[in-house]
């Protein structure tokens, strides 16, 4: 635990715990006036019946000689205490923290199992930007999740079943196998499916192929099933591109797909008459969780098997719950969706409650996002209006982060500004995303996620690359300065400390409510803390060998956590740009 706030309030808790007679926060928080600010007291008083000032004196008095941690502690106001730390204090818990392999970070306490499931693109069909979004923040989420030490299963839940497949697969017949998979392969998955819905809609034979073609696929035929496993498996390889492109986790090992829940949705049924919770309603069975109507307040069905012995998008969900918690052992199950699936995801987990199946023991969260807007404000579309490609428009932000960093470093050569345009364009994606606080909309705008000024990735990253010059231009290894613990004597150069040893609550805090922009608003501070220190404080020409040596250990840490903070969220950092 590296943030001196959190080492303040631990301890103390004693003294807080001795008046008060049971545990209170002592509330210690970030202040304009002073390093941190003691609230506790406040709320104590009441509790205690006493004046403020008075609880404060008390607690002081058994808190006795904190002299090593602050050096200044002043009660102000109505009854809080403004405490300076000392400079010595803050020089040794940063040189703590950057001896431990977590940089400060907290490393979670009670290890927990979490499922997240994220991507979840749908077979023979575009990825869409939603797709796009649930991608970048859910790998976010595994990746800090992970950091802190918690056991993380990726799940991609893509949709590789139901009734479309039947036009799908017939559409796949008429093509040819070869051409089907090469229309596939290049990724055109809107066409393919645009022509197969067009045919199913004109024409009534292949309406009635595509009806029959879906009972033999239920129906496990062999021949169907070879042919779906080509549908599923050129699209996979499509996601996969984009996966590569976008540079995240998810391999084929994580694919959990609809249709590996097929053998258990009889079970579900089942379960659910077994509990008499299953109702029938016009013709189809339905389970009806409390508390959900529709707009005229009539109750609203999660509908578990049509009239036609169908099941639904809900019946696979209710039996990935039980997959997740009886097989997986999920604690935790984050399901990194759009907000419009906020109902559904609801009455999921309120059916899977009153079944047993989730008990007070695990949790279901829905990760919610909103949509990605253009220009406009609008849905984001394509020039033609169609829906966005996901790989054409990855490709265009390697392109164009290019373009700004051949206006910026001419001299650089080919590969690496090859390899730097990747991280930077990506980043740029990946960061405009991650940085907007997840349930809002966001508008995708390229020129401002690739400028190099504000809240954007090329401006942390950039902050990264410059320290790594620094230490190019000097000839020094970034290795030798990390013993040194740095001495503090300008402001600067303690406000970057503090801020450095913020890392930990900042990512815990971006971890407690599954907000990345919390983490990335922590990371934009940070960068402006160090332009700022960077202007004050000479570093290659301090006035002594050992100020420079301070100097360069406050550098080579503010890289480490910029580059662990960019790499937690998925977004890596060029050494050069
Ligand atoms: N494939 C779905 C879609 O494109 C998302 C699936 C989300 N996950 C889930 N367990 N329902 O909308």
Request: overall charge neutral; aromatic content about 6%; cysteine-free.
């Given at each position: 635990m590296a943030d001196p706030l959190s080492l303040l309030a631990r301890r103390l808790s004693p003294a807080f715990a001795a008046v008060a007679g049971a545990e209170v926060d002592p509330v210690v928080r970030p202040s304009e006036h002073a390093d941190a600010q003691v609230n506790g007291a406040l709320a104590l008083a009441k509790t205690l019946g006493k004046s403020p000032r008075d609880v404060v004196a008390l607690v002081l008095e058994h808190a006795g000689d904190m002299s090593d941690v602050c050096s200044d502690m002043q009660v102000a106001g109505p009854g809080f205490v403004n405490v300076v730390f000392t400079d010595r204090f803050l020089a040794e818990q940063l040189s703590l923290a950057m001896r431990d392999s977590l940089l400060g970070v907290a490393p979670v306490d009670s290890k927990r199992k979490f499922v997240v499931d994220y991507s979840a693109p749908n077979v023979a069909k575009e990825m869409h930007v939603g797709h796009l979004r649930s991608t970048i923040i859910g790998d976010a989420l595994v990746r800090m999740l992970s950091f802190v030490g918690h056991e993380v299963v990726r799940e991609?839940?893509?949709?590789?079943?139901?009734?479309p497949f039947g036009m799908l697969i017939e559409h796949l017949v008429d093509l040819g196998e070869a051409d089907a998979a090469h229309e596939l392969g290049v990724g055109d998955l809107d066409g393919f499916y645009k022509e197969a819905r067009r045919k199913f809609d004109a024409d009534d034979t292949f309406k009635e192929r595509a009806r029959t073609r879906v009972v033999a696929l239920q129906g496990g035929d062999e021949d169907t099933l070879h042919l779906w496993k080509t549908l599923v498996s050129e699209s996979t390889k499509y996601f996969n591109h984009v996966y590569g492109l976008l540079d995240v986790l998810l391999t084929d090992d994580d694919l959990a797909g609809e249709s590996k829940y097929n053998t258990l949705l009889p079970e579900v049924v089942q379960r659910l008459s077994r509990l008499k919770m299953l109702v029938e309603s016009d013709g189809a069975e339905v389970v009806f969780p409390e508390g959900y109507t529709n707009r005229d307040g009539d109750p609203l069905p999660l509908i578990i098997?049509?009239?036609?012995?169908g099941y639904n998008y809900a019946t696979t969900d209710l039996a990935c719950v039980i997959d997740r918690v009886e097989k997986i052992g999920a604690d935790v199950s984050l399901y990194v969706v759009g907000a419009p699936q906020a109902q559904h995801l609801q009455m999921i987990e309120s059916v899977s409650r009153a079944a047993g199946w989730l008990s007070d023991n695990s949790a279901m969260v829905h990760v919610a996002f909103g949509s990605v807007l253009g220009a406009d404000r609008k849905m984001l579309k394509s020039r033609s209006g169609d829906a966005v490609k996901l790989a054409s428009l990855l490709e265009e932000a390697v392109d164009r982060a290019n373009r700004a960093i051949t206006e910026k470093n001419?001299?650089?050569?080919d590969a690496q500004r090859e390899e730097a345009a990747r991280m930077i364009g990506i980043g740029a994606v990946k960061y405009s995303d991650l940085s907007s606080d997840r349930v809002k909309d966001y508008v995708f705008d390229w020129d401002r996620m690739l400028?190099?000024?504000?809240?954007t990735a090329p401006y942390l990253q950039y902050a990264h690359a410059r320290i790594c010059s620094i230490f190019r231009r000097a000839d020094?290894?970034?290795?030798?300065?990390?013993?040194v613990v740095p001495t503090l004597d300008a402001p600067q150069e303690r406000a970057l400390t503090l801020r450095l040893l913020q890392f930990d609550s900042a990512l815990w805090d971006a971890l407690d409510k599954y907000s990345p922009h919390r983490l990335c608003t922590y990371l934009y501070e940070l960068a402006s803390e160090f332009t700022t220190f960077y202007e004050h404080c000479p570093v290659l020409r301090a006035d002594s060998e050992e100020l420079r040596d301070s100097r360069l250990f406050l550098c080579d840490s503010t890289a480490r956590i910029m580059n662990a903070g960019l790499s937690v969220l998925g977004i890596r950092a060029p050494e050069m740009m």
């Open positions: 991609n839940h893509i949709g590789d079943w139901g009734t098997r049509k009239g036609d012995g001419p001299e650089m050569a400028s190099f000024e504000g809240n020094i290894r970034r290795e030798a300065v990390r013993t």
